[in-house]
Every structure is written in structure tokens, then in C-alpha cells.
């Protein structure tokens, strides 16, 4: 008769007494990450814990350490191996997410210049239409409890330049000298095209009450003071056009996307929220995950793409998403569908990044790359020479690594994580784990650290012998003493 293996076990477990049973399920394993045969025991994580600057004794703060850990350590082994990490090949992979945008944003274009013919007779009829407007302004900044003093001075500043313009003075210029409004002081104080209503009320009922050319005398508003004119056509008609591109782009995009995934049949899972949860809660084999989160013809939509995007967008959006309806996490996996979709249709129509544009791109990954190794000190000739042994090299890349956290603990500061998808990249060819359970053991023992660090920082200091002490009788002088 076959017996069910997880019987045999426990029978096996049983004939060695209760207490091995009791010990091998209660123990606590000593090691809370490894990477690439290096590994990061729970007391130098909880040491760590308490001497970083701004690091919580808190079970998410002990797993982004460890992941840190995990991230530098793979970097650094894979620089003691031997692997030129700048490669086009590896930067390619590490720099996705730019390449990606940079893909869709060069179809974008070609979609637009096609579909959406734009000239200066669309701005004038925007222009005329009256339904947005494009105001200059020069602000005399006032803060709100700002003493009549101040209020007096602004005002007369306000008055010097309105005299100014009106003397023949050019508005942009004088906006550029004298606005306190950083965001349009820049622009010749332009302000964005905007509806009715956009602006605080005084303001917006004195812009709006304005004919072409016009200008404002002093407008108060919370702010301070303002000139306000409304630029005639001329003026602003390349704006005008910008804005108008703008519109017809978000609602091209809109339509475009909608319509790609129509044609194309794209269905996303009654599962997906689930998967999707699963997926961010087991973030070491996820990213290698086949399972599908939404399909269409010819291709599919998987858990591992999915956290491609995770690992983009950041954690703080990951855990944002996780609390979301499924309505809404659905919807985000269309949208990952149709960007998808997007991608391959301006691969099959040759659109891609310029080489200037990869040539910037690359650079810059390499400068980031170079800054790393540097802040982690693993730059030096011992880690890249192949005359000595691997096993050596990889010692040495682990020591340094070590030395790294020590100088970040005597600085109190914090880590800083690797700039890229280069980590994402790494941890897809696997050789690493966190282990979950650790990082609770981890939490308690930083705690304990922390407490004993507390306690001896407010215990009284020793008192050297002879020294008086507040209240106490003068001691006798010794014999012979004067």
C-alpha cells in the first residue's frame, strides 16, 4: 500500500521524539536574504535597521533593506563575474521602460501629423470662438498676512511698471524683470490657455472682461497685485496651436487605444484582479510568472509583463494599486494591453528611437551605472581583472559591499535604490530570495537593539571618586591635607 509522502514524513519526524518535531517548526532561520551565494543574516539587517538614517523598526522597512541588499549584491557579483554591465544588450534591457516611451511617442507622432492637419486658421478660430484665453500678467507678490507696510510697497511697484508699459515699455520684458510668479515670469508672463473660471475669481472676472490688445489697470487678488493683458491673435497664435494639438492628442490617443483593442479582440480575465494581487505579494518568482492576464489575437498579456510595469512605475504605485476595486485594476491591464498593442504596430511600421536619441539614452545609463559603482565602491581593477580567480573576485565584491553599509551606518544615511530597470533585469535570471519569515524575526530584534541603545542613552554617566555631589556633606580632607 503507497502511503502519502507528507505521512511518512511526519512518521519519520515522530519516531525522533516530540521535541525535534517542536524545535524544527518553531525554529527561526538566521538568514533573511541571499544573492548569488552572498547572504545577509537577520542581526546585521536588524544593526542595520538601527543605525541608517530614517529607517523604522517596521517589517516594510526590514523587506526594502533586504531588497536593497539583493539589488546592489546581484550588481556587484555581476561585476565580479565579469559581466560588462553597460553593454548595449544589458542597457537595453535596464533603460525598457524609456525605450518604450520613446517607441509610442514616435508613433504618436506619426499618428498625429496624419490624422490631425493644424494651422494658423485653426488658432484664429479658437482664437475668435472665445471658449479659452491666453492672458499675460505681471505678479506683485503679497503674502496674505502681510503688514500694510509691505502692501504699500508692492502696490507702488505695481503702479512704477504699470506706468511703464504704459509709456510704450514692452509687457514681456517687464514681466520677465519684475513678476513674482516663478511659472510664468520665464515665459513673459504667458500664462497657459485656460476656460473661464480657471483663475482666482478677481483675477478671472478682470481677464475675462478684457478685448483683444487690452489691458488692466492694478488688479488685487489673494496673491498680491497684478497687471493682466490679453494678447491679441498674433500674439499667441503658436500657443493657440500647441493647446489645440494637445486636445486633439488626448482625444486621439483615447480613440486610437479603444479602437486598437476592439479590433484586435482584447479580453481581459474575469481573474486578473486576483492574479495581479497574488503576483505583487510573491514579487520574487512573479516577474517570471507565465500566467495570463488578458489575451488578443495573436498574443497575450502575462503576469510577468505586468510586473515589467511594476517594477517601472515603483513600488508606491504597486502598493496604491493593490487596494483599488477590480473594476479599476482591470482597467489597468487594458491599458497595458492596448499599450502593448500600440508597440508592435510601430515596430511593423519601422518606428523607433533615432540614434541620437539611443546614443543619449546609452550615455546617460552608463553615467548612472559608473556613479553606482562608485558610491558602492566597486569600481576598482580587483573586481574586473580576469587574471584573478572568479571565487576571489566574488569575495572581494562582497567585502566592499559589506564596507559600503558600514560607511551609510556611521554617515546615518540611506540607501539609495539602483537608477533603471538594471535590478528588474538581474532578478529575472534568478540566484536570489528574501526570506519572509526572517523579516519578522529581524523587526523584534531591531526593536530589542533599539531599546538597549535608548536605555543606555539615558542612564546615568559614572561619577569619577571625590567628585561632590549636589546635597552631600563636604567630605573630610585626607590626612596630611591641606
Known amino acids: 500500500m503507497r502511503r502519502w509522502p507528507m505521512a511518512v514524513v511526519l512518521t519519520g519526524l515522530s519516531l525522533a521524539g516530540c521535541k525535534g518535531l517542536k524545535e524544527m517548526f518553531s525554529a527561526r532561520p538566521e538568514v533573511v536574504a541571499e544573492a548569488k551565494g552572498q547572504e545577509l543574516k537577520v542581526e546585521r539587517l536588524a544593526t542595520l535597521m538601527t543605525t541608517l538614517k530614517g529607517i523604522p523598526e517596521t517589517r516594510q522597512a526590514a523587506e526594502f533593506l533586504?531588497?536593497?541588499?539583493?539589488?546592489?549584491?546581484?550588481?556587484?557579483?555581476?561585476?565580479?563575474?565579469?559581466?560588462?554591465?553597460?553593454?548595449?544588450?544589458?542597457?537595453?534591457?535596464?533603460?525598457?521602460?524609456?525605450?518604450?516611451?520613446?517607441?509610442?511617442?514616435?508613433?504618436?507622432?506619426?499618428?498625429?501629423?496624419?490624422?490631425?492637419?493644424?494651422?494658423?486658421?485653426?488658432?484664429?478660430?479658437?482664437?475668435?470662438?472665445?471658449?479659452?484665453?491666453?492672458?499675460?500678467?505681471?505678479?506683485?507678490?503679497?503674502?496674505?498676512?502681510?503688514?500694510?507696510?509691505?502692501?504699500?510697497?508692492a502696490r507702488r511697484k505695481a503702479e512704477q511698471v504699470l506706468a511703464k508699459i504704459k509709456a510704450g515699455g514692452n509687457f514681456a520684458q517687464l514681466a520677465k524683470q519684475n513678476s513674482d510668479d516663478p511659472g510664468?515670469?520665464?515665459?513673459?508672463?504667458?500664462?497657459?490657455?485656460?476656460?473661464?473660471?480657471?483663475?482666482?475669481?478677481?483675477?478671472?472676472?478682470?481677464?475675462?472682461?478684457?478685448?483683444?490688445?487690452?489691458?488692466?489697470?492694478?488688479?488685487?487678488?489673494?496673491?498680491?497685485?497684478?497687471?493682466?493683458?490679453?494678447?491679441?491673435?498674433?500674439?499667441?497664435?503658436?500657443?493657440?496651436?500647441?493647446?489645440?494639438?494637445?486636445?486633439?492628442?488626448?482625444?486621439?490617443?483615447?480613440?486610437?487605444?479603444?479602437?486598437?483593442?476592439?479590433?484586435?479582440?482584447?479580453?481581459?480575465?474575469?481573474?486578473?484582479?486576483?492574479?495581479?494581487?497574488?503576483?505583487?505579494?510573491?514579487?520574487?518568482?512573479?516577474?517570471?510568472?507565465?500566467?495570463?492576464?488578458?489575451?488578443?489575437?495573436?498574443?497575450?498579456?502575462?503576469?510577468?509583463?505586468?510586473?515589467?510595469?511594476?517594477?517601472?512605475?515603483?513600488?508606491?504605485?504597486?502598493?496604491?494599486?493593490?487596494?483599488?476595486?477590480?473594476?479599476?485594476?482591470?482597467?489597468?491591464?487594458?491599458?497595458?494591453?492596448?499599450?502593448?498593442?500600440?508597440?508592435?504596430?510601430?515596430?511593423?511600421?519601422?518606428?523607433?528611437?533615432?540614434?541620437?536619441?539611443?546614443?543619449?539614452?546609452?550615455?546617460?545609463?552608463?553615467?548612472?551605472?559608473?556613479?553606482?559603482?562608485?558610491?558602492?565602491?566597486?569600481?576598482g581593477n580587483d573586481l574586473s581583472d580576469p587574471a584573478t580567480p572568479p571565487a576571489e573576485r566574488a569575495r572581494v565584491a562582497a567585502m566592499k559591499l559589506d564596507a559600503f553599509w558600514d560607511q551609510l551606518a556611521v554617515k546615518r544615511s540611506r540607501p539609495r535604490p539602483i537608477p533603471g530597470q538594471l535590478a528588474a533585469f538581474l532578478r529575472r535570471e534568478g540566484g536570489f530570495r528574501v526570506e519572509q519569515g526572517a523579516l519578522d524575526r529581524t523587526v523584534e530584534l531591531a526593536r530589542e537593539y533599539k531599546m538597549k541603545a535608548d536605555s543606555a542613552a539615558q542612564a546615568p554617566k559614572p561619577v569619577p571618586p571625590g567628585t561632590p555631589q549636589p546635597g552631600a556633606a563636604p567630605t573630610a580632607p585626607a590626612p596630611g591635607g591641606k
Open 184 to 379: 510664468s515670469k520665464g515665459q513673459g508672463g504667458y500664462l497657459p490657455a485656460s476656460p473661464r473660471g480657471k483663475w482666482v475669481t478677481a483675477f478671472d472676472s478682470a481677464g475675462w472682461a478684457l478685448a483683444p490688445g487690452a489691458m488692466t489697470g492694478i488688479v488685487e487678488s489673494p496673491f498680491g497685485y497684478h497687471i493682466i493683458r490679453r494678447p491679441p491673435a498674433a500674439e499667441v497664435r503658436d500657443r493657440l496651436l500647441s493647446y489645440t494639438r494637445d486636445l486633439f492628442s488626448q482625444k486621439l490617443d483615447s480613440v486610437y487605444l479603444d479602437s486598437l483593442g476592439i479590433r484586435k479582440h482584447l479580453k481581459v480575465a474575469g481573474d486578473a484582479p486576483a492574479s495581479i494581487r497574488k503576483a505583487l505579494a510573491d514579487r520574487d518568482n512573479s516577474p517570471k510568472s507565465a500566467e495570463r492576464l488578458a489575451s488578443y489575437d495573436g498574443g497575450d498579456v502575462t503576469v510577468a509583463y505586468f510586473m515589467r510595469w511594476v517594477s517601472a512605475l515603483g513600488p508606491a504605485w504597486a502598493s496604491d494599486l493593490v487596494g483599488r476595486p477590480d473594476s479599476t485594476v482591470k482597467q489597468f491591464v487594458r491599458l497595458i494591453g492596448q499599450n502593448k498593442l500600440l508597440l508592435q504596430q510601430a515596430d511593423s511600421a519601422g518606428v523607433g528611437v533615432t540614434p541620437d536619441e539611443w546614443a543619449s539614452l546609452l550615455q546617460r545609463y552608463r553615467n548612472e551605472l559608473d556613479t553606482l559603482r562608485m558610491s558602492l565602491g566597486i569600481a
Open 66 to 153: 533586504a531588497n536593497i541588499w539583493v539589488d546592489y549584491t546581484l550588481v556587484s557579483q555581476a561585476i565580479a563575474a565579469g559581466r560588462d554591465l553597460g553593454d548595449s544588450a544589458t542597457a537595453t534591457e535596464a533603460m525598457w521602460p524609456e525605450l518604450a516611451e520613446a517607441r509610442g511617442s514616435r508613433w504618436h507622432e506619426v499618428l498625429l501629423a496624419h490624422r490631425v492637419p493644424l494651422d494658423s486658421a485653426v488658432a484664429d478660430s479658437v482664437y475668435n470662438a472665445d471658449h479659452v484665453r491666453i492672458f499675460q500678467h505681471i505678479l506683485f507678490r503679497v503674502e496674505p498676512n502681510a503688514e500694510p507696510p509691505a502692501r504699500t510697497a
